[in-house]
Nanobody, 119 residues
Framework: QVQLVETGGGLVQPGNSLRLSCTGAGSTAIGWFRRAPGKEREAIACISSSDRTSYYRESGMGRFTISRDNAEKTVYLQMNNLTPEDTAVYYC????????????????WGQGTQVTVSS
């Protein structure tokens, strides 16, 4: 049974970077999502079982990069030039093979890691 664990969140100042990790990823498609205060969970990026990447947020394009380390069974989300609008709980989720931006398409979820961007 796939168990996903997110780590790497924390408090950072605007303009700084964080790298989130999702362990237990295996070879499935892994999506990164976030839920900001008062908002619905939204898709950020995904990497398929064949390591094809997809990005779903215009605000993250060029700033966020998803990658996978197959040996470590870990998927990363590198986040650069963070802004207060990036403050949210970040989740990784797994589904078979292909990526999807839909929350309901994913069957396994981690517990989330808090990212707070503030000066």
């Amino acid at each position: 049974q796939v168990q996903l664990v997110e780590t790497g969140g924390g408090l950072v100042q605007p303009g700084n970077s964080l790298r989130l990790s999702c362990t237990g990823a295996g070879s499935t498609a892994i999506g990164w999502f976030r839920r900001a205060p008062g908002k619905e969970r939204e898709a950020i990026a995904c990497i398929s079982s064949s390591d094809r990447t997809s990005y779903y947020r215009e605000s993250g394009m060029g700033r966020f990069t998803i990658s996978r380390d197959n040996a470590e069974k870990t998927v990363y989300l590198q986040m650069n030039n963070l802004t207060p609008e990036d403050t949210a709980v970040y989740y990784c989720a797994a589904r078979s093979y292909l990526c999807s931006p839909s929350v309901v398409a994913y069957s396994k979820w981690g517990q989330g890691t808090q990212v707070t961007v503030s000066s």
